[in-house]
């Protein structure tokens, strides 16, 4: 089998999941459903001129755009905020740190260049429309989540703004507090660090506040209050229709009993790849005698070894527990745990 298309596949990236998005709402280049002239039955057109909606079409589609920004602005405050149950969220809905203060990253683009920062804000709202928003001004123009952090794009007459936004844990608020409490160009400490309060040691305690999962977390909002899968990849479609092909050759093992799985819940759960299941990656490998693969980047990883894979036997019982197929080579590069560093500016 021709594998040659794997030298050229990159790494999955986070699925952009939108929340909002103006650009949908334009009625030439946008959304289809929001496309002039759409005369499907769903499609937005149908329904203004089915209607009497009252001026033009395009004023339709700019204002449902702006009722929709501030129903999803809404959402978000209720839910940042520990307001979710007002805007129908049940408890189990809610966000774990409701009502802790928050902090945007990112890149306010002015006249004199890009400034690029942190700010922090005790809720949703002083953020989207306090004194110090970097949004003052701005027209919104998306937001979204990437498996669980929360951007916004917004633009203005001087240039954009791109932000992302982290919750403190109330160890991050303490850490905040202790910073803004300590006297200028003196020592401190905050989140359990030590910073002698020079400039740098301000940059460090940013950074520390940003990166440690202990004092500030992404949001989780699609995941927590609409129940959407923690992560979710784009992917390389050639990756997709290989691995819907292994999906086959997975059912084969399950029919033969080599698989481990016993029943057709436990089955269910590797159905497929489709939906970002990279569990079914673990037990196909495991099926054929290979070792378990337990890191996220495995998909990359494991294109290194398809052609082994995919020349191996079918394994019979016995083999289950041997192999002389190593598929995580330590010195290939894909293999090492990457970095993660979650914020958008340092």
């Not at 110090?132 to 929360?150: A, M, Q, V, Y």
């Not at 799985?261 to 497929?272: E, F, K, L, Q």
């Not at 099926?287 to 079918?314: H, K, Q, V």
Request: aromatic share 10%; glycine share 8%; with cysteine.
């Amino acid at each position: 089998m021709d594998m040659s298309w794997i030298a050229s596949v990159e790494d999955p990236q986070p699925k952009r999941r939108i929340i909002y998005d103006a650009d949908s709402y334009d009625t030439r280049f946008g959304d289809p459903y929001w496309r002039e002239g759409n005369e499907e039955p769903e499609s937005a057109w149908s329904f203004y001129t089915e209607n009497d909606m009252g001026g033009t079409f395009e004023e339709y589609a700019w204002n449902t755009s702006v009722e929709e920004l501030r129903d999803e602005l809404a959402t978000l405050n209720a839910y940042l905020s520990g307001a979710g149950e007002t805007a129908g969220f049940p408890r189990e809905k809610a966000d774990p740190l409701e009502g802790n203060p928050i902090v945007a990253s990112g890149g306010v683009g002015r006249w004199d260049g890009m400034h690029t920062g942190f700010s922090h804000f005790e809720d949703f709202d002083s953020l989207m429309h306090g004194a110090d928003s970097p949004f003052k001004d701005c027209e919104i123009d998306r937001i979204w989540d990437e498996n669980g952090h929360l951007f916004i794009d917004a633009h203005h007459h001087d240039g954009s703004v791109h932000v992302e936004l982290l919750q403190l844990t109330d160890k991050g608020g303490e850490a905040l507090e202790a910073m803004e409490d300590a006297w200028a160009d003196e020592p401190f400490t905050a989140g359990g660090r030590s910073y002698s309060g020079s400039d740098e040691s301000l940059s460090d305690f940013w950074h520390d506040l940003l990166n440690d999962p202990g004092l500030s977390s992404p949001p989780r909002y699609l995941e927590t209050a609409f129940g959407r899968q923690p992560l979710e990849w784009d992917m390389d479609p050639r990756v997709i229709d290989f691995m819907n092909r292994m999906n086959e050759e997975y059912a084969r093992l399950y029919e033969a009993g080599v698989t481990g799985i016993t029943s057709p819940d436990m089955y269910d759960r590797y159905d497929g790849f489709q939906e970002g299941n990279l569990g079914f990656v673990r037990a196909l490998v495991k099926a054929r005698g290979l070792d378990p693969i337990s890191s996220d980047r495995e998909i990359t990883a494991l294109l290194n070894t398809y052609d082994a894979m995919f020349s191996t036997p079918e394994p019979e019982a016995s083999r289950a527990a041997s192999t002389e197929l190593d598929p995580l080579d330590p010195a290939d590069p894909l293999n090492a745990a990457p970095a993660v560093d979650p914020g958008m500016a340092r």
